[in-house]
Every structure is written in C-alpha cells, then in structure tokens.
C-alpha cells in the first residue's frame, strides 16, 4: 500500500535535519525553505537561520562568506574555472526575511538588509544584468532563484519599490539572454565577453531555477507592477514546452529535450521544480487549471524514488549541466518538501 504523502514528507524531514550542512550556502537555503514549508521544523529551521546571521560576514554575506565550488568540482568543468560567485548564500538572505515576517524580530531584518547592501557591489552586464561571477561578467539561470525571490520580499517588506522593480528587471534581463526563442526553455550561463554560452544545455534544474523564480516572484508582485504581464507570458511560454517534454513517467529528463536515457537519465530535482511551478502557477490563478494533473504526475513520480531513511535520490549533485552525477542533496530534499506541501 502506498505511503501516505503526509508520512513520506515527515520522513524526508527527518533526513535533512540529519544531514551535516554546516558548510553548505544554496544547498541548505533550499533545504530550510523546505522545511518551513512543512511548519512542523520551524525550531530546527530557525537554529540553521540564526546560525547563519551570526556567522554573517562584515560585509553581509552569509554561510561564514564561502561560495566556491572545492577544487575537485572546478576541475570537472571548463566553465567553472577559477569560479568566483557573488549570490550562492542569498537564499538564506531569503529565510531570513520569512523568519522576520514570521517573528517580527529586527535582527533577521537587520541581517537581510546587510546582504542587500552587499548585493549592491554586484558587477553588472551593460544592460544591468547582476553577474554570477566576480571573474567573468555572465549570467548564470542559477541567479534567478538565489536573487529574484530575496529582492521581492525585500522590497515588499520595506517598501522599497526599488528592490521590487530590481526583481522584475533581472528576470527580464536573463531572460533576454538565456531563454531560447525557439522553446522558451532557458540555458544554463551566458558569458557577456566574448559574446558565448559557456555552457548552453537545457538541464532540468536550470530551467527549474527559472520558472521558481517566476512563480515566487509572481506571488510576491503586487497586481499592478509593471512588468507583471510579461513576466506571466514568460512562463507560459516555458511551462507550454515543458508539459510536452515530461516523460511518461511522469519524470523529465535530466538534460530535458534528449530523452536519450544513457546520457540523460530521467532525474528528480528539476521534476520537483516543475510540479512546484505548475501547481503554485495554478494556485496563483497565472497558469491553467488543467495543468495540476501534470504537476501532480511529477511529484507522484518523485515519490517512488524516496528510500527508506527519508533520502529523495535520483539528484543531480551541483554543478549541475551534462554529465552530473546522481545521488541525494540537501537542496533536493528541500525541493521535495516544497513541492509535496501544495498538494497537501
């Protein structure tokens, strides 16, 4: 008999907080997200919150300022050499402004407005695109769901409209640039000098970065923004080919338009993001009704690849893109716990 989903979610739970991810930054964002999401962790999320603010560098950044892949990563791929990020750690920017909203307490306001000062030191592309990299100017898909959703709730909260604007011009700006006008898929860095795509695959969990950020970002911009429309139209256009890319299985691919299983195995983070974007797309009344069946054959067939301890397996580990190798992570269990709470 199959678990019930309320159980299964429990269990996932369980395994993140068993995890170490003292030294992870993005990977435990996701994961605390996650648990929140939940609301039967928030003691355990607020102690890896809390942990992160005083660990908060002098300049704002968090996660004790460490953002580089280790030397064994940036060995595996050309386009990581010499990897220097500016965001990896604003997602708990982000778990920071939740928890104030949650607790009213200044000091998670405080910790969130120094990262924003830090962002602002941020190199830029020509057309303000804000860089993934302090050695190269590109703009990495990864940037979307780091940056986007923390400068939204930023400005909600302080009515800073600015920081809101910010969040909508990003999206549009790395769409310009990493969204295919063929598919409307998104591919993975754009490299500003000289004018390439470093690495140009459509890998699930970057297009899944993408489309969180749209529904995130979504939820969070008032009705009458500006640019709310074409931000819609955006996704529409991406969560369209989607739906015609998912297997029958009701996994997509890890590398989404070659279902060439041998070099593209169906993989689990980037279902998840999907079921997450179709269903919050749905609630948010900004993607058609029809589309929750296809949301919820996504984290159905997530569901079969949870072990017994609770490990959501079948990930593609960081950096992502061809060739990444499978197993379990900190951010696919959060993705996991993301997804299952809007259909519980």
């Known amino acids: 008999m199959r678990e019930p989903l309320a159980d299964l979610t429990e269990r996932v739970a369980t395994h993140v907080l068993e995890r170490d991810v003292l030294a992870e930054d993005w990977e435990k964002g996701v994961a605390i997200q996650g648990l929140l999401a939940t609301d039967q962790h928030v003691d355990e999320a607020q102690e890896l919150v809390d942990l992160a603010i005083r660990t908060q560098t002098s300049n704002g950044q968090f996660a004790f300022g460490w953002g580089d892949y280790p030397k064994s990563w940036l060995d595996r791929t050309d386009f990581l050499s010499d990897y220097k990020p500016c965001f990896n750690q604003t997602v708990l920017g982000d778990c920071a402004l939740r928890f104030y ?164 195995p169906l993989e689990t983070s980037g279902t998840l993001m999907f079921a997450y974007t179709i269903e919050r797309g749905v609630q948010l009344r900004v993607l058609d009704d029809s589309l929750s069946d296809v949301a919820a054959r996504a984290l159905d067939a997530a569901t079969w690849v949870v072990d017994e301890r609770g490990a959501v397996r079948r990930v593609a580990k960081k950096p992502g893109g061809p060739g990444a190798p499978l197993g379990v992570t900190s951010f696919g269990q959060g993705w996991f716990l993301l997804a299952a709470d809007l259909f519980s």
């Open 101 to 264: 909203q949650r607790t009213g307490d200044e000091r998670y306001l405080d910790a969130a407005e120094d990262h924003y000062e830090f962002l602002q030191t941020t190199p830029r592309t020509a057309d303000g695109g804000m860089s993934h990299r302090r050695d190269s100017v590109e703009l990495w898909v990864d940037a979307l769901y780091f940056v986007v959703p923390f400068l939204a709730r930023y400005g909600a909260i302080t009515g800073d409209r600015a920081a809101m604007d910010e969040a909508a011009t990003q999206l549009r700006i790395h769409t310009k640039h990493l969204q295919d006008p063929h598919t409307g898929l998104f591919r993975h860095n754009w490299r500003e000098t000289p004018n390439s795509y470093p690495q140009g695959t459509f890998w699930a969990r970057g297009v899944g970065w993408a489309t969180t950020a749209l529904v995130d970002a979504l939820a969070i911009l008032p009705d009458d923004h500006p640019q709310r429309d074409d931000l819609c139209s955006i996704l529409d256009e991406t969560v369209s080919t989607l739906v015609e890319l998912q297997d029958a299985s009701g996994f997509w691919h890890h590398i989404l338009d070659d279902a060439d299983t041998l070099r593209s």
